[in-house]
């Protein structure tokens, strides 16, 4: 789905552009895709030389659920010190968070296509649980005890 934009961004930034072809949900659920994209990310960090990249300009990036996942990898991999540090992270329009469906954001653009509120939250258990079981319940928010919710409440809230 994403060769044409990959290509273009390489022949543009005159750049390797390595993109993951990560198993997807519902059929694959969590950790499945993020565990392709580390291992990926990893196998192409070890073996820098042999595609002739320098190690200090290495960069990830990912759109949509992508992003969730490149900035899963880049939080994954900033305390290794076997292998290179990543550059950057690019993250376009990411998943970032499933705690609360009710922010503005959510609910100034609930109506604006393409990813639709319900979508967001529908996408988000099926990466998850493989299911859209609880869907009420995480579009009302009580999917999140209220420890959790007042303990990342100061980073997830309206303010």
């Known amino acids: ?3 044409r934009i990959c290509q273009y ?8 552009v390595v993109s993951v072809g990560y198993r997807l949900a519902p059929e694959h659920k969590y950790p499945a895709a ?5 291992s990926a990310t990893q196998h192409f960090l070890q073996r820098l030389q042999r595609y ?4 200090a300009r290495v960069v990830v990036c990912g759109d949509s659920a ?10 994954s991999l900033a305390g290794s010190s076997h292998l290179p540090r990543l550059r950057a992270q690019i993250l376009i329009y990411p ?9 503005p954001s959510y609910q100034q653009n609930r109506g604006v296509p393409l990813l639709f509120r319900e979508r967001a939250a529908f996408f988000a258990l099926q990466y998850a649980k493989g299911d859209t079981e609880y869907l009420e319940e995480v579009l009302e928010g009580s999917h999140v005890p209220p420890d959790m ?3 990342y409440g ?5 303010d």
């Open 52 to 55: 002739g990249v320098d190690p």
């Open 34 to 38: 993020y565990e392709d994209c580390l």
């Open 1 to 3: 789905s994403h060769e």
């Open 95 to 103: 998943g970032l968070q499933a705690l609360d469906f009710n922010l």
């Open 9 to 16: 961004l390489a022949k543009e930034s005159g750049s390797l």
């Open 66 to 75: 992508g992003g969730n996942l490149a900035a899963a990898v880049s939080q």
């Open 149 to 151: 919710r007042l303990k």
């Open 154 to 158: 100061k980073w997830v809230n309206p």
